[in-house]
């Protein structure tokens, strides 16, 4: 059987195999990820983002850094960081696991990012900054449509 492996490039040609680990030489390798523009299936409503709430694993006390950005900007907005370890009320129903006797293998917490900000797309940028790893199981971001009014225009 073959083995899989990650081989990442440069804008130079050159091909490098990434190995398993979380450093390179002792300096830590920072994780990313950036969604796609997002629009709530609706491109042409201006909305307000209000908030972008969080569902991840408690893996361990690190801060998660959140950005985004509105309608194709260029700079990012942020970030916020995020503690990924939960009280008590960050916890959600996520830790029984249907069709076992187990009851809390994976705990769920839920953070809460307030954005207050206008426009048709969204982007956000999860960013770790260490050798921690980060799983988000799932976001949502909560908008609503911003009411224009349209003025009559008499000649």
């Known amino acids: ?4 492996r990650i081989y990442s490039g440069n804008y130079a ?3 490098f195999r990434q190995d398993q680990s979380n450093d390179d030489a002792g300096t830590a390798i920072d994780g ?3 969604t796609p523009h997002l629009d709530q299936d609706d491109a042409e409503t201006v909305k307000k983002y209000l908030y972008l709430v969080i569902y ?5 006390r690190y801060f998660l850094e959140v950005y985004w950005r509105i309608d194709f900007e260029r700079d990012w907005q942020g970030p916020k960081s995020v503690p990924m370890f ?4 960050d916890f959600v129903g996520l830790d029984f696991l249907m069709g076992t006797s187990e009851v809390g293998v994976q705990d769920a917490i839920r953070k809460v990012i307030p954005i ?4 048709r797309y969204i982007q956000f940028k999860f ?3 260490g050798n921690e790893s980060f799983t ?10 911003v009411s224009m009014t349209v003025e009559a225009v008499t000649a």
Not at 1 to 4: A, L, Q
Not at 86 to 89: I, K, N, V, Y
């Open 13 to 15: 040609g050159k091909v």
């Open 56 to 60: 991840s694993e408690e893996i361990g």
């Open 136 to 145: 988000i199981f799932k976001y949502t971001i909560i908008a609503q449509p």
């Open 86 to 89: 939960g009280t008590d009320a």
């Open 32 to 34: 990313w990820y950036v």
């Open 116 to 119: 207050n900000r206008r426009g």
């Open 127 to 129: 960013r770790n900054r």
């Open 1 to 4: 059987g073959g083995r899989d």
